[in-house]
């Protein structure tokens, strides 16, 4: 089974910063994904990624697939980004397996 | 857009009842899926179904059953409600993961359950 680590568990920032979340995973993927929780419970898709870089607005996720690690950078952090960030990557054909999520605060 | 609706948003069941969530989606996806989702522990996979009237089950199924009858509904079992029931649980679908072919997963909202 993949192990999926994710780093920092919590992180506070002030409007502005740029921000970094990690995710390490133990066994060779074909793919990793990046979602977003807001308050309340919904998730979203934000990225899929196989290998490079891909952005999305403020939003950039790269990947380092012979490091077996991803990162989540957001660019001029607004407070509207507080969120719980969670990454996954695949667990057999159809299923994936998450990190723990890190739960990101700007704070105005 | 895909829709995946759960049947509620919170709910307050009592210790040993049989207690009944429900999720549909209208994209006609093969793959439904529940996790549970607790502080500390990210989401953790209940059960998966990958087309009607098939399971599998995910890496926490004790005390859970599932049921899928038609494509767009999946619904969760708790057969004996017990307090360490109580979590977030989250649907959601995807179409079938081709081998070059990255598919997303799409979510409900989540059921916040509590067990008295």
């Known amino acids: 089974k993949n192990e999926v680590e994710q780093s920092p568990q919590n992180l506070t920032a002030q409007e502005g910063e740029f921000i970094t979340i990690n995710c390490s995973y133990s066994?060779?993927?074909?793919?990793l994904h990046w979602l977003q929780q807001h308050p309340g419970g919904g998730i979203v898709s934000l990225f899929m990624l196989s290998s490079g870089k891909k952005k999305h607005g403020r939003l950039i996720a790269t990947i380092n697939i012979q490091e077996k690690h991803s990162s989540l950078h957001i660019t001029a952090s607004h407070p509207r980004d507080s969120a719980v960030y969670i990454c996954?990557?695949?667990?057999?054909?159809?299923?994936?397996?998450f990190g723990q999520g890190t739960r990101l605060t700007i704070n105005p | 857009d895909v829709k995946v609706t759960q049947s509620s948003r919170y709910l307050v069941k009592r210790t040993g009842e049989k207690v009944f969530l429900e999720c549909v989606q209208d994209?006609?996806?093969?793959?439904m899926f529940w996790y549970r989702q607790d502080p500390g522990l990210g989401l953790r996979l209940i059960y998966f179904?990958?087309?009607?009237?098939?399971?599998e089950k995910g890496d926490i199924p004790e005390g859970y059953s599932v049921s899928r009858e038609k494509k767009e509904r999946f619904s969760l079992i708790l057969e004996s409600a017990s307090t360490n029931q109580t979590s977030m649980y989250l649907c959601?679908?995807?179409?079938?993961?081709?081998?070059?072919?990255?598919?997303?997963?799409?979510f409900g909202d989540g059921t916040r359950l509590s067990i008295l």
């Open positions: 959601a679908s995807s179409l079938v993961q081709g081998a070059r072919d990255i598919q997303p997963q799409h």
């Open positions: 994209m006609d996806h093969e793959n």
């Open positions: 996954g990557v695949p667990q057999g054909a159809q299923k994936l397996v």
């Open positions: 179904s990958y087309d009607v009237k098939m399971k």
């Open positions: 066994v060779g993927i074909s793919a």
